[in-house]
C-alpha cells in the first residue's frame, strides 16, 4: 500500500501564562505542503510519529481541537491558543520566507488513504 512522507511541523514560543519556552505543533504537511484540519484521526498520526521520533514530551501535550490540534504547554500545561498561535506561525512564514521558522519535530509516512483524509486544510497555517 502506497505511503506518503509526513512531517510534523512546530514552533517554539512562549507561553501565554508561564512565559516559559515551549514547543506547539501547527499540523503535519506533506510534500504537497497541506496542513489538517480534523481531530483525532490527525492528533493520533502526529503522536505516533512523535513518539517514533523520541519526542513523547511533545506527544503527551496534544489533544484534538475544533482547530485540528490543540497544544498544551511542555511546561505548566495550559492550552496554547490556537489563533495566536497560526498567526504567529504566518508571520514567521511570511517575514522569514522560508521554513527556517519552523521546527520540523518528526518525520514519517502515513497510508495514503488515511492522508487523503486528513489533508484538508492550506499551508501555511
Ligand atoms: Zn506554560
Redesign the pocket.
Known amino acids: 500500500m502506497a505511503e506518503v512522507a509526513v512531517r510534523v511541523v512546530g514552533l517554539t514560543w512562549g ?1 501565554w ?4 519556552s ?1 514547543v506547539c505543533v501547527l499540523g503535519l504537511t506533506s510534500k504537497r505542503l497541506r496542513d489538517y484540519e480534523t481531530g483525532n484521526q490527525a492528533v493520533e498520526v502526529a503522536k505516533c510519529l512523535l513518539i517514533g521520533a523520541g519526542k513523547a514530551d511533545i506527544a503527551e501535550c496534544l489533544a484534538p481541537s475544533v482547530k485540528g490540534i490543540a497544544s498544551h ?1 511542555t ?4 492550552v496554547q491558543d490556537n489563533f495566536d498561535l497560526r498567526r504567529e506561525a504566518r508571520e514567521r512564514y511570511y517575514w522569514d520566507d522560508d521554513n527556517a521558522a519552523y521546527d520540523a519535530l518528526a518525520d514519517g509516512s502515513v497510508d495514503d488513504a488515511a492522508w487523503r483524509e486528513i489533508e484538508i486544510g492550506e499551508f501555511p497555517w
Open positions: 507561553c501564562k508561564c512565559c516559559e515551549t504547554c511546561v505548566c500545561g495550559a
